[in-house]
């Protein structure tokens, strides 16, 4: 990680970490409506997605069928209420025009895939957290950012590669339920740039290969983002990869 780790300058992978963690674990003993209507499609199917009435069901009939109320919790785990504080700050940082909105992402069909959207919101709201402390860096410093933490859920633990479970090359797989190939970090990391107003071009898109972030910057050169291979930095040449052939 030295190429990505020389240019975060102020910005500390130990902040952006702590971003990370607070975001995921926020409100741990609440109950989580997005987690569990992303979780539990028959009852968001059925319900919709509403909070208290997700709630009200968790507390009726989900704690006694083993759900879960929210990521990481025991099955039937008793919470104390709705988790807001996660949502709230979401929203508050969606009033401010330095982020982009779920559906204006420019690159939104791409990232969404076949999530629902209470999936698509929780993934975006994960990522909202950790780009939050970058919004008023250089791009240079902000792709830096991106490219650290991303990389640091898989150093963590948090994010396990895989090209089999479900949601394994979507958003919501890297940032909820943590599994992630190449193609699945490449759109958590487009996603994150998006929500900053970064345009990014998903390079093998949908190709059994590597696949990563292609970036245009200011001065009209071109960088790439890709935790998994572990490089942020300019591109050697056009769409080629100094770390992979």
């Known amino acids: 990680m030295v190429k990505i780790i020389k240019r975060l ?33 028959d009852v968001s199917a059925a319900l919709g997605t509403d909070s208290n009435a997700l709630y009200t069901h968790y507390q009726n009939h989900g704690m006694k069928e083993g759900r879960l109320p929210y990521k990481g919790a025991k099955p039937g785990e008793k919470v104390d209420g709705i988790a ?18 779920p559906k204006k992402l420019a690159n939104y069909k791409s990232l969404k ?11 975006y ?14 791009r240079a410093e902000q792709l830096a950012g991106i490219a650290s933490v ?19 090359n979507d958003p919501y797989g890297y ?19 998006n929500i900053l107003g970064i345009p990014y071009e998903h390079v093998n898109e949908n190709k059994w290969s590597h696949q990563w972030c292609r970036v245009p910057m200011e001065d009209g050169t071109y960088w790439i983002c890709d935790a998994y291979g572990l490089y942020c930095g300019p591109e050697p ?5 100094p770390y992979v052939q």
């Open 9 to 41: 300058s102020s910005i500390t992978v130990a902040t952006l970490a702590l971003s990370l963690i607070l975001s995921m674990t926020v409100c741990a003993a609440n109950f989580d409506p997005a987690f569990y209507a992303a979780t539990y499609p």
């Open 84 to 101: 807001s504080t996660k949502a709230a700050q979401a929203t508050a940082v969606q009033a401010n025009s330095d982020f982009v909105a």
């Open 113 to 123: 895939k076949k999530l629902t959207d209470a999936e698509f919101q929780a993934a």
């Open 125 to 138: 709201d994960t990522a909202l957290v950790l780009v939050t402390p970058l919004k008023d860096k250089s």
């Open 150 to 168: 991303i990389r640091y859920m898989v150093d963590s633990g948090l994010v396990v590669y895989s090209t089999s479970q479900p949601h394994y």
């Open 175 to 193: 940032f909820v339920t943590g599994v992630s190939s190449c193609a699945g970090c490449a759109r958590a990391t487009g996603l994150c740039l």
């Open 237 to 241: 040449a056009p769409y080629q990869h």
